[in-house]
C-alpha cells in the first residue's frame, strides 16, 4: 500500500527533552510537510522541503529542526527551545513543488510533553 | 496575508438530510481551493478540489461550490451519514506557487444524528 506513516502514534516526553517525529512516504513524492494543530485550530506550517537536502521554514518554525537526507523521509525535531510543544503533528506530501496538488496526510503523531 | 476562516465552527445535520459547511478566504490570488475531511484523531483526507476556472465540482455525493466575486466557498454533502461526522477544512493556495504551500482554515465540526 502506498501511503505516508508517522512513527509514534502517541510520544510523552519530559520538558527540555528534545525529540524527533518520524515521517516516511513510498509515494515517490517530491514536497513534504509538517504541521502543527492545536484543538479548535487550523493546521499551521512547521517546515516544509520541495526536494532532498533542501527545506523552507514554515509559518512557526521556531523550536523546531527538520532534515531531507531522503526523499521518503522527513523527520521534525522538537526542541527544548519550543515553548508549548504539546500538539498534533502531521506530515504530509505531495508530487508537485507547487500547488495544485493535493496533499496526502499520515495519520499524525500526538506529542505530550510534561 | 492570506486566510481563511469558516463561517460556522459547528454543524449539526440529522440523518439522511443535505450539509452545507461554508468557507470564506482573503486572498483574491488564490486559484486553487481544497476541502478535507478530519476524524478524531486521524490526519486530514481529500474530499476534492477545484481550481478558480470553475465555478462548481462533483464528486461522489459531494459538490464544492466557489463563488469568486465575494471570495467564497462551500461544500454540499448529499443525504449526510453519520460517517459524514468530522470536522471539515478548507484550504487556498496559488497554483505554480513556489512556495508550494496551502493554507487551511480552522475547520467545522459537523455532527450527523441518526
Known amino acids: 500500500d502506498g501511503g505516508i506513516t508517522q512513527s509514534p502514534k502517541y510520544l510523552f516526553r519530559k520538558e527540555g527533552q528534545n525529540v524527533t517525529l518520524s515521517c516516511e512516504q513510498n509515494?515517490?513524492?517530491?514536497?513534504m510537510y509538517w504541521y502543527r494543530q492545536d484543538p479548535g485550530q487550523g493546521l499551521r506550517l512547521i517546515y516544509y522541503?520541495?526536494?532532498?537536502?533542501?527545506?523552507q521554514k514554515g509559518d512557526i518554525a521556531e523550536g523546531y529542526s527538520v532534515s531531507r537526507e531522503k526523499k521518503e523521509s522527513f523527520p521534525l525535531t522538537v526542541t527544548s527551545a519550543q515553548k508549548n510543544p504539546t500538539a498534533f503533528y502531521l506530515c504530509?506530501?505531495?508530487?508537485?513543488?507547487?500547488?495544485?496538488?493535493?496533499?496526502?496526510f499520515g495519520p499524525g503523531t500526538r506529542l505530550t510533553v510534561t | 496575508g492570506e486566510s481563511v476562516g469558516l463561517h460556522l465552527p459547528t454543524l449539526s445535520v440529522q440523518e439522511g438530510d443535505n450539509s452545507i459547511i461554508n468557507c470564506a478566504y482573503s486572498?483574491?490570488?488564490?486559484?486553487?481551493f481544497i476541502w478535507y475531511k478530519q476524524e478524531s484523531g486521524k490526519g486530514p483526507q481529500f474530499i476534492i478540489d477545484?481550481?478558480?476556472?470553475?465555478d462548481k465540482r462533483q464528486g461522489q455525493r459531494v459538490t464544492v461550490l466557489l463563488n469568486k466575486t465575494v471570495k467564497h466557498l462551500s461544500l454540499q454533502i448529499a443525504a449526510t451519514q453519520p460517517g459524514d461526522s468530522a470536522v471539515y477544512f478548507c484550504?487556498?493556495?496559488?497554483?505554480?506557487?513556489?512556495?508550494?504551500?496551502?493554507?487551511f482554515g480552522r475547520g467545522t465540526q459537523l455532527t450527523v444524528w441518526p
Open positions: 484550504a487556498e493556495g496559488i497554483r505554480g506557487s513556489t512556495l508550494g504551500r496551502l493554507y
Open positions: 477545484i481550481r478558480s476556472n470553475m
Open positions: 522541503s520541495q526536494i532532498v537536502n533542501d527545506f
Open positions: 504530509a506530501s505531495s508530487s508537485g513543488d507547487y500547488v495544485g496538488y493535493e496533499q496526502y
Open positions: 486572498n483574491s490570488a488564490s486559484d486553487y
Open positions: 509515494l515517490n513524492h517530491d514536497a
